[in-house]
Every structure is written in structure tokens, then in C-alpha cells.
């Protein structure tokens, strides 16, 4: 089997591009182009050397001892916190901004949910001097108000979704509705590996270059390229990607996807798409999707805003339908747990979203000379607002 896209644009039975035909246009210029822009000379130089030189790759791969103590194995912790905004994100908005100008795109649009991903493209847009107008649900608007702040003061337009939930999937709706009224200036940043083919495929490439640098840099601390286990928080499923990209087919290394269940998988209030999803079509993409038995989406839920979404990238769907990916899900209060316990032992803040990923000890045991990779995908200090009433701080 194969865990790659293939030529259609399909994941196994996931993926593709259903789309309106207002957007074919759009679409069939990033299918017939973002392969020979991404992979040109000119373009991969400048696009390492922004990776370099901006976000501060390469991030560092760090051996956590005392958690490694605790639980009798070996971990290492990809430093995506580490990234120039606070996350992976960037690695993405980076090389989309590099391809919308090559493609001759003056204006930028993107939705966002905790903003994380609207923060990482309003920083790119200011880098490159473009414009740019970010989509985000009038609910996150008022949780997540730090972040708009942050967008505004980059310069971006923040236009509120007002309808459905006004979160994180109405954001989106938004955004495809503006690229369908605005498409020829316009290029659309998707923030993780969902939206129709080619955005999941381009999306993971930009972000494999952390299971890149993870071959090389694990290699110094263990003379081997190959860890047992790569772990990761899975939301949309980009820092996944991003970490599993260089180890897809190779079987020697298990790969973990850690979802978010809420208040439980079966609590009715819960994010864990592999657990609770159908196969449907959200965003353009065939895929595992949250819904009703008449294929209404329902409503997510999860502490971690970035982790709040009804769905899962296609390549994901494929990994957890075909069991190449082991999933579990943890929910918010062992989410924060973990969080708290990575702080103390680690001196380490992770996002919510991260800390999830951290969870995974209660459920499951290593050997002490097991190699374990986590992708520590993003710092904890947009969430400390929540970190303090949840424990009282
Ligand atoms: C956005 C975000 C996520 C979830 O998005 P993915 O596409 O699944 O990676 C996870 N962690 C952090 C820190 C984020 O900002």
C-alpha cells in the first residue's frame, strides 16, 4: 500500500477535489502548477533560507530526560514551539506566500480558529507586503482576542463569519466564498492538509521538512534516521503530516495520531473525528467527517480551539482506515494534565493542541529502549488564559 497521494489527488479512497465550478479555475492553476513552482531551484532556495533565516529553523530535536525517566523510554521532542510565531504554522504560510507570488497574486485570504494559522499568514503578508483579509467565526473573534490583536497589528483585514457555529468551519465557508467572487488576484492559504487536492499534498510537503530535519538530527543522538514511533496532535492534520511525511512507507517506524475527544468520545461533546466520523465531503475534500445519520455536519468540541473541527485531512482518513496509524483520543482534562506535567518536568509550555500528544501515556506503555518522537507543535502562551482558570493559577 501506498500512503502517498496518488495521480488523482486521492489518499486511498480519500481526497480529490469537490468543489463548485466557480472554483475549477482557481484550483486547476495550483493542480498544474504547485509541483514544478514548488520544486524549482529558485524557489526551494528561497524558501529554505526563509525557513532559516525567519522562522529559525532548523528547530531543535531535544531529549527529554526527566520525562524519559518517568516513563521509562525514550523521548525526544521536536521544537515546533521553537518556530517564529509560536508554531508549525508557519512553515506552511511561508512557502504558500512564496507560490502566490509566483502565481502573480496581490491579495491573500485565509480562515483561522484560534487564529494561530491567521497570525502565522498576516506574518507573511507584512513579510512580503501583501494584502490580506483573514476569515474568523464571530465567536472565536471574542475568545481568541489576543491573536486578532496580533493580525490587526500586522496589517491584516479580520472579517467575522456570522453564521452556522461562527467558528472555525464558518471562517472557512467565508473564505471560499470570497475566493469564488475574487479569482484571479487572489490566492486562498488553507492552514492545514484538508480543502480539495492539491492543498492537502502541497500543505504536507511544505510541512515535511520537520520529519526532514528529524532523519538528521536523530541520527547524531542515535546513529539511526528511524525512530519506533513518530507522535502527533491531530486537528486538520498538518504538523501530523508534517512529521509523519518522510516515514509514511517506511513500516519499521508506528505512527501515533492523537485526537481530541472533549468530555469523551461518546459525551456528545467531542473532536475525535476517527472515532465518531463517516466517510462525506467537507471543505472540497472527501473524508472522515463528523455528521448526523442525514449527513448534517455536527458540531465539534474540544478545549483546544485548533483542534475544534469536524474533520481530518484525507491523508489521515487513509492512515486510520487502512490501520497504518494507531489513533487515540484524550480528552480535555487529561489534555491539560499533560500539559501541566510537561511544564514541570520539561520547563516546557505546550499549546493545548500539543499537549494532547502527551496524554498518550495513560493508554499506552513503551519499552525503555524504544525511541519515541513527539512533535511539540506549538507553545503554550496563547493559552495561558485558559491554563489559569482550568487549575486556578
Ligand atoms: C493549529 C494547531 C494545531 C492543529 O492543526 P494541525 O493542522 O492538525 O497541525 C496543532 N497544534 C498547534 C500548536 C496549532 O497551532
Known amino acids: 500500500m501506498n500512503y502517498n497521494i496518488d495521480k488523482n489527488g486521492f489518499y486511498g479512497d480519500f481526497g480529490g477535489a469537490f468543489i463548485p465550478e466557480m472554483l475549477h479555475q482557481n484550483i486547476n492553476e495550483l493542480k498544474k502548477n504547485y509541483k514544478k513552482i514548488t520544486s524549482d531551484k529558485k524557489f526551494q532556495s528561497e524558501f529554505t533560507k526563509l525557513l532559516h533565516d525567519y522562522v529559525g529553523r532548523p528547530t531543535p530535536l531535544y531529549f527529554a530526560e526527566r520525562l524519559s525517566e518517568k516513563y521509562k523510554t525514550k523521548i525526544y521532542l521536536k521544537r515546533e514551539d521553537l518556530c517564529h510565531t509560536g508554531a508549525h504554522k508557519i512553515n506552511n504560510t511561508i512557502g504558500q506566500i512564496l507560490l502566490a507570488k509566483e502565481l502573480g497574486k496581490t491579495r491573500i485570504i485565509a480562515e483561522t480558529g484560534a487564529g494561530q494559522h491567521g497570525v502565522a499568514t498576516a506574518t507573511v503578508c ?8 483573514i476569515y474568523m467565526g464571530e465567536v472565536d473573534i471574542v475568545r481568541q482576542s489576543p491573536n486578532v490583536a496580533r493580525m490587526k497589528m500586522l496589517g491584516a483585514e479580520v472579517k467575522p463569519a456570522k453564521s452556522g457555529s461562527k467558528t472555525l468551519k ?4 467565508e473564505a471560499i466564498r470570497d475566493w469564488i467572487n475574487n479569482p484571479m488576484d487572489t490566492h486562498y492559504i488553507i492552514g492545514s492538509v484538508v480543502g480539495p487536492h492539491p492543498y492537502p499534498d502541497m500543505v504536507a510537503r511544505f510541512q515535511s521538512v520537520i520529519s526532514k530535519e528529524v532523519k538528521e538530527q536523530l541520527f547524531e543522538f542515535e546513529k539511526t534516521k528511524n525512530p519506533d514511533y513518530v507522535i502527533a496532535c491531530v486537528g486538520g492534520g498538518s504538523n501530523a503530516a508534517g512529521i509523519y511525511y518522510e516515514y509514511l512507507n517506511n513500516k519499521k517506524v508506528k505512527i501515533i495520531a492523537v485526537e481530541a475527544a472533549g468530555f469523551g468520545v461518546n459525551s456528545g461533546k467531542s473532536a475525535a473525528t476517527s472515532q465518531l466520523g463517516k466517510e462525506g465531503i467537507i471543505h472540497g475534500s472527501k473524508t472522515l467527517l463528523m455528521q448526523t445519520n442525514d449527513g448534517q455536519i455536527t458540531e465539534p468540541y474540544s478545549i483546544s480551539a485548533g483542534l475544534d473541527y469536524p474533520g481530518v485531512g484525507p491523508m489521515h482518513a487513509h492512515l486510520f482506515k487502512s490501520e497504518r496509524a494507531e489513533f487515540i483520543s484524550i480528552t480535555d482534562d487529561e489534555a491539560m494534565t499533560a500539559g501541566l506535567e510537561l511544564s514541570q518536568l520539561e520547563g516546557i509550555i505546550p499549546a493545548i493542541e500539543t499537549a494532547h500528544a ?8 513503551f519499552k525503555p529502549e524504544e525511541i519515541l518522537v513527539f512533535n511539540l507543535s506549538g507553545r503554550g502562551d496563547k493559552d495561558l488564559d485558559t491554563f489559569i482558570k482550568y487549575f486556578k493559577l
Open 170 to 173: 464558518d471562517a472557512t465557508n
Open 358 to 365: 502527551f496524554a498518550i501515556f495513560e493508554y499506552k506503555k
Open 126 to 133: 507584512a513579510l512580503m507586503g501583501l494584502k490580506c483579509v
